[in-house]
Nanobody
Framework: EVELVESGGGSVQPGGSLKLSCVLS????????LGWIRQTSEKERERLVY????????YYADSVRGRFTVSQDNAKNTMFLQMNNLKPEDTGMYFC????????????????WGQGTQVTVSS
């Protein structure tokens, strides 16, 4: 069974940085499309970035392009999200997601979800 575990969330002031991690266990990392989804307190979801396990290509939402960067450690089945110049509107629960089908990632209905990690940006 595939399991995703996120870590690295926290509270930061505007302009600060955080780095999130997501470890995939139970299967081959490279078999999945991967993404990060943010959910606000109003339960609105936004797909921030998606990539494929083992790939160095990633596709970002306009809201985070140039500030967020995704990277991978394939040997450790881990995906990272480096978040710089954080803004109050970046506040939310961040979920790591995985699915064998890109369409499911794009529609934010991936088969596998982590438990989420909270990011709060405020002064």
């Amino acid at each position: 069974e595939v399991e995703l575990v996120e870590s690295g969330g926290g509270s930061v002031q505007p302009g600060g940085s955080l780095k999130l991690s997501c470890v995939l266990s139970g299967d081959d990392f490279s078999a999945y499309f991967l993404g990060w989804i943010r959910q606000t307190s109003e339960k609105e979801r936004e797909r921030l970035v998606y990539t494929m396990g083992g790939s160095d290509k990633a596709y970002y939402a306009d809201s985070v392009r140039g500030r967020f960067t995704v990277s991978q450690d394939n040997a450790k089945n881990t995906m990272f999200l480096q978040m710089n110049n954080l803004k109050p509107e970046d506040t939310g629960m961040y979920f790591c997601v995985a699915d064998g089908r890109l369409e499911e990632i794009l529609l934010a209905r991936a088969q596998y979800w982590g438990q989420g990690t909270q990011v709060t940006v405020s002064s």
